[in-house]
């Protein structure tokens, strides 16, 4: 998966549907036209503060959805300069939400992945994994 499979004007289309918002009530708190929002709907990206107008307006965390990414994703940081000790600790202990870590473990009960596949293609550490296991009753 990359960043551009992350479309995110479906995904603010499918939670306008689900929320049954009217698209005249979206174009007059916008601003815009009804063309305008269907073509938000099929952009594939939106530009950071739309993104947060749109959080806001329907209450859900847009941006989250692309640091999960950077979590799940991303080349491992370069330790040489990360600060060891306590605070560095305190400060990344719950970097994975609930989203992340249901994902995770619907990878490995579905079989798309095993324990070893996900730990190495997201380095996530084998104790932190059993521990959602026991944790989540897998």
């Known amino acids: 998966?990359?960043?551009?499979?992350?479309?995110?004007?479906?995904?603010?289309?499918?939670?306008?549907?689900?929320?049954?918002?009217?698209?005249?009530?979206?174009?007059?708190?916008?601003?815009?036209?009804?063309?305008?929002?269907?073509?938000?709907?099929?952009?594939?990206?939106l530009n950071s503060e739309d993104l947060l107008q749109w959080s806001i307006f329907l209450n859900y965390d847009f941006f989250r959805i692309y640091s999960q990414h950077l979590i799940l994703y991303a080349p491992p940081a370069?330790?040489?300069y990360t600060r060891k000790g306590s605070e560095h600790k305190k400060k990344f202990k719950n970097i994975y939400t609930k989203e992340i870590i249901e994902f995770i473990l619907e990878q490995i009960k579905s079989g798309e992945k095993t324990d070893i596949q996900v730990v190495e293609d997201y380095r996530i550490p084998k104790n932190t994994l059993y521990k959602w296991k026991k944790k989540y009753n897998q």
């Open 1 to 45: 998966m990359n960043y551009k499979d992350i479309k995110i004007g479906r995904l603010i289309k499918d939670l306008v549907d689900e929320a049954k918002i009217n698209s005249e009530v979206l174009c007059t708190y916008f601003k815009i036209s009804e063309t305008e929002l269907n073509k938000i709907y099929s952009s594939p990206s």
């Open 78 to 80: 370069d330790t040489r």
